[in-house]
């Protein structure tokens, strides 16, 4: 078994032959070093899968940083950035980037994930440390063993079986780092993996001690969750073991709250379920995805039940925007993807009324406008929303919805429109009114931005001037009065 095993590793080594050729290098600068080097958890495991590798992890019996150093100076890479207190360093090697980390065991106070104490170990000592079995093998890189397969935790059998099990008590490897219970979630949606009952148990008992780990950790997580191919796998684990209450109460607080029968799922958080997964059929963006994931991010906050409608969430859209603020500021979200969020949030309603109603040419120009550079994206989240299962009602609603697409692709209007701003510039308009720079110039260019999208005047120079001579008096007054 064990030689078919390594005959596998070997086969799929020769289909990739960047990797084989870096490993192979660095086998043979560990023996010239005299130094013990083995391949280890992911890169392993993807061999087997047959998944592209994206980083080779390295681990070496001794100093890490060290021999990341003598790795560098070897293939010529200037640049090594080490992590001292792990005895770990990356090197930014391409097309595939370098992790070298010395076999080590760590220590932890009860709430904290800084470790109290980090010592060098064995191979043994470093594998059995690790999260899953699956990532608990390693392949030897010298080379007269190159490619001998270490798998004390019978991680071929696991993966075999598609499971994630712990290589010790998991309650002792979630508590070490309570973070590997999101990595299950993460490894359960991207392989297609289930978690062993002993370790889901495990999960939902120490679900609270994901508080302990830092917010750039959890994020980080959070949306490597999102970028798998079904990320609603790991979104329910999350939910279903306790883990969302913590990670993202906004989203566990859905659970359980009905919504009207004109989607297919009742339950708003199986309805957002569908739509992250319906977007991450049409999109590999996260940011997209995760756009899904917040869209209806305020229903359960404006949730209110009519004699006649049944529930309404009136305002959830504009709601939900605003919630975005507080949720980026948590989860240590960029700004980039703070305003994209909040935009899609506020606009996804938006085509949706289009396609339900008499489509007029100035209502779609101002969802263009409102979008911009993110309409394809907009689009795209309005299709994933889409979750009712009756065909009858998709038909109806598919085909005025293509229509509103249809007059949107328009090329030349939309390229126009991207970005769209008044003829008439700022200077002009403080030069014609005699005014300086302030908020009666954002007032004037508006109302100029206002007439050409409800097609009062036609968008050019010389229709916006004329307007804007016709105008500024009775604004200027009305800012004088207020």
């Known amino acids: 078994m064990l030689i078919s095993r390594m005959a596998n590793i070997q086969h799929l080594l020769d289909t990739q032959p960047e990797p084989r050729y870096t490993l192979k290098k660095i086998g043979e600068i560990a023996e010239a070093n005299k130094k013990e080097a083995y391949v280890v958890g992911g890169v392993v495991r993807d061999l087997f899968l047959d ?5 080779i992890d390295i681990m070496v019996i001794g100093d890490g940083i ?6 560098a100076k070897e293939m010529g890479v200037k640049k090594v950035i080490p992590f001292p207190k792990f005895s770990t360093a990356h090197i930014p090697t391409q097309p595939i980037p370098i992790e070298v980390a010395a076999a080590r065991e760590e220590t932890y106070e009860a709430n904290s994930r800084k470790p109290n104490k980090v010592v060098y ?22 080379p007269k063993e190159f490619g001998e397969l270490h798998d004390p935790h019978n991680g071929v059998r696991d993966l075999m079986a598609k499971q994630l099990v712990t290589p010790l008590n998991p309650d002792e490897t979630f508590s070490e780092d309570p973070l590997r219970m999101m990595r299950a979630a993460h490894f ?22 994901i508080q302990i780990v830092s917010q750039e950790r959890i994020t980080s997580e959070f949306t490597k969750i999102l970028s798998a191919s079904k990320p609603s796998v790991g979104l329910i684990i999350l939910q279903k073991v306790g883990l969302m209450k913590h990670i993202f109460p906004e989203i566990h607080t859905m659970y359980g709250i009905d919504q009207t029968g004109e989607w297919h799922h009742k339950d708003i958080f199986y309805h957002t379920m569908q739509v992250v997964d319906n977007a991450a059929n049409l999109s590999n963006k996260m940011k997209l995805r995760f756009a899904a994931l917040v869209h209806d991010i305020a229903k359960p906050k404006t949730r209110q039940i009519d004699s006649q409608k049944g529930y309404t969430f009136h305002g ?11 949720v980026a500021k948590r989860m240590k979200l960029s700004n980039d993807l703070r ?17 339900k109603n008499e489509i007029t040419d100035s209502a779609i120009r101002r969802v263009m406008v409102a979008a911009g550079d993110d309409l394809d994206d907009l689009l795209t989240l309005c299709r994933a929303d889409i979750t009712t299962k009756n065909p009858q009602r998709i038909k109806k609603y598919m085909g005025n919805f293509e229509r509103v697409e249809a007059k949107m692709q328009d090329v030349t209007e939309r390229d126009s429109l991207k970005a769209f701003q008044s003829p008439v ?3 002009e308009i403080m030069r014609t009114c005699g005014i300086s720079e302030g908020r009666v110039v954002g007032q004037i260019k508006n109302v100029i931005e206002e007439a050409i999208l409800d097609e009062k005047i036609d968008n050019n120079y010389e229709a916006a001037l004329s307007y804007l001579m016709e105008i500024k008096d009775t604004i200027m007054a009305e800012s004088k009065r207020g």
């Open 425 to 427: 510039r700022g200077d």
């Open 121 to 142: 170990t064995d191979l043994t000592g470093d594998l059995v440390r690790r999260d899953f079995t699956v990532n608990a093998m390693a392949m030897s890189l010298i």
């Open 188 to 209: 359960a949606a991207s392989l297609d993996f289930h978690i062993e009952e002993k370790c889901y148990e495990s999960m939902q008992r120490q679900a609270e001690r």
């Open 316 to 326: 959830h859209d504009a709601v939900g925007e605003k919630m975005l603020n507080q």
């Open 51 to 55: 998944r592209k590798l994206n980083e």
């Open 66 to 71: 060290e021999f990341a150093k003598l790795l």
């Open 339 to 355: 305003d994209y969020l909040k935009k899609l949030t506020l606009l996804h309603l938006r085509p949706i009324a289009l396609a």
